[in-house]
């Protein structure tokens, strides 16, 4: 793949700009009270004097965007940059207010021919210079789209903080890529900020082999956040400790809570106080600008624990950056904790950024308990329920999944239904019943039923699970795991191929470790006691 992001390791000269400070460009910034800025500098500037006017003037014509897409440029670069205590800004009148040794600008302009085919260009350390000095993003070469506009921004932005290029090696330490372009699809698709990183919804900040050399790692976070930038990470905003946890205030039954992951360590606690049987729906969704968490920098887990601090559940959907939570509590004190988490695609390093909770408390349920059972009869399985109730109930769907965490409807009952046969077309399968109110088509879920037909042997087996320092799995395909500890912080990661494998297991902590393996479609977890 030919790179479109280049960048020069030279210092500039004295500069001229003329600022054009009357245009109608939508006035944003992300943190106005910040010790730095960088402006993204939509105008056109007319620009003499620099090191970069070697055949003259360069006579910048405006990027000729809509405030729609500034907007979204904006807002997914503001995002990238989300940790640390600097502002980003499309207004000049914030600029010209900052110190000299504490801003830069990113001219945003179709005008390219007096430099070259190229996405954007720099200067590496170019914003301690303090002398004006800007960067360059040329939008008619990257077809005007908003994204690539926005990843080679904070590309080229990263260039003048300091940073170069996350690149790729094999084996013999020989570059195989000057740009890492990452790794998966969809969603959860990843890869650096400062690789290739256009192609890929989930971009973060990375510590990984540099252009410098494949021993020479460089870490993102350390760089951008270091003393010769000035302005480091911005303050912590929710405490780490339950102790001090952020008490969640309803408005009405409703709730909605902000918060921010700037480190990996990061672990935000929220502290939900309830008098009575609850229904508690929460959605953990990472800053975005659109459908599918486009723009998302974070991956989030969240964890609820009870006043004890024991674990009821840890939420973490495999394939997607945000965490849905639906489940009925008895009165009491609960915790939230919400962190970052790697993915199979990344670790956990550069997943940072703003999240919201938004959640809802049904304190007037209309079932107080639903009991689901499962019992063999003759080949078949008889699900069968019961539930107290203080309303109607509209009808009955009995909910199907293979893996124990994705439900999909299997059939639509009457109110009145207490049973339904079935039979498992898989070696394991989960069902649960959902319950829906009249009155206001709230759903109420059950209990899980696991059933296991036998029918089939596991794909991948444990052959000894009680190791000191590997585990010997047997499979019969490709396949990848993950193992974890008891709290949920990823280990190690890696393949299984067709046959015998050993894993390693010589720097994982001692005791019960989860191995959670998956051929892509389906997944399921192993414990694993690490003597």
Not at 62 to 81: C, H, M, Q
Not at 505 to 520: A, E, F, T, Y
């Amino acid at each position: 793949m030919k790179a479109i992001v280049k960048f020069l390791l030279v210092f500039a000269g004295a500069l001229t700009i003329h600022l054009n400070i009357k245009s109608q460009t939508v006035k944003l910034s992300s943190l106005p009270s910040a010790p730095a800025t960088i402006y993204l500098d939509f105008d056109g500037e007319y620009v003499t004097g620099t090191s970069w006017n070697w055949n003259g003037p360069i006579n910048a014509k405006p990027a000729g965007l809509t405030n729609e897409a500034i907007s979204e440029i904006f807002k997914r670069v503001a995002e990238d940059y989300r940790p640390f205590n600097l502002n980003i800004t499309t207004d000049p009148v914030v600029y010209l207010s900052a110190p000299f040794d504490r801003r830069i600008r990113i001219i945003i302009t179709p005008t390219s021919s007096w430099y070259g085919k190229a996405g954007g260009v720099s200067f590496v350390g170019s914003f301690k210079w303090g002398d004006e000095t800007p960067a360059w993003i040329f939008g008619t070469l990257l077809n005007n789209n908003v994204k690539y506009i926005a990843e080679a921004c904070s590309h080229e932005m990263g260039h003048t903080l300091g940073l170069q290029h996350q690149s790729t090696y094999n084996g013999e330490c020989k570059k195989i890529s000057e740009y890492n372009t990452g790794r998966g699809e969809g969603e959860i698709g990843w890869a650096p900020i400062m690789g290739n990183s256009y192609y890929k919804n989930h971009t973060t900040w990375h510590t990984g082999s540099s252009t410098m050399g494949c021993n020479n790692i460089q870490n993102d976070l350390e760089i951008l956040a270091g003393s010769g930038n000035g302005f480091g990470f911005r303050p912590d905003d929710h405490h780490n400790d339950r102790s001090t946890a952020t008490p969640i205030k309803t408005t009405g039954h409703n709730f909605l809570v902000t918060g921010l992951i700037n480190r990996p360590q990061d672990a935000d606690q929220f502290k939900i106080t309830l008098n009575t049987l609850t229904n508690l729906r929460l959605n953990a969704i990472p800053e975005n600008v659109g459908i599918g968490n486009q723009g998302a920098d974070i991956d989030i887990k969240v964890a609820l624990l009870n006043s004890n601090a024991d674990t009821i559940g840890i939420y973490n959907p495999v394939n997607l950056l945000g965490v849905g939570i639906d489940t009925t509590l008895n009165h009491g004190t609960y915790y939230l904790s919400v962190a970052a988490t790697a993915n199979i695609n990344h670790s956990v390093y550069g997943s940072l950024g703003l999240y919201s909770l938004s959640g809802s408390l049904g304190t007037n349920l209309p079932l107080h308990q639903i009991i689901l059972k499962a019992e063999k009869v003759t080949g078949d399985y008889v699900l069968k329920w019961n539930y107290l109730t203080d309303e109607p109930i509209m009808n009955i769907i009995v909910e199907k999944s293979v893996d124990g965490k994705t439900f999909s409807p299997l059939i639509l009952l009457d109110a009145n239904a207490r049973n339904y046969r079935c039979r498992p077309t898989t070696t394991t399968a989960y069902y649960r019943m959902k319950a829906v109110a009249l009155a206001d088509e709230r759903s109420y879920y059950s209990n899980i039923c696991n059933i296991n037909s036998g029918k089939e042997t596991k794909k991948v087996q444990v052959l000894a699970n009680r190791m000191s320092g590997q585990v010997t799995m047997l499979a019969d395909a490709t396949y990848t795991f993950q193992v974890f500890d008891i709290s949920g912080k990823l280990i190690l990661q890696g393949k299984l191929v067709n046959g015998r494998n050993n894993v390693n297991l010589d720097n994982s902590p001692k005791g019960i470790l989860l191995m959670r393996v998956s051929n892509g479609v389906k997944s399921w977890t192993e414990k694993i006691l690490n003597q």
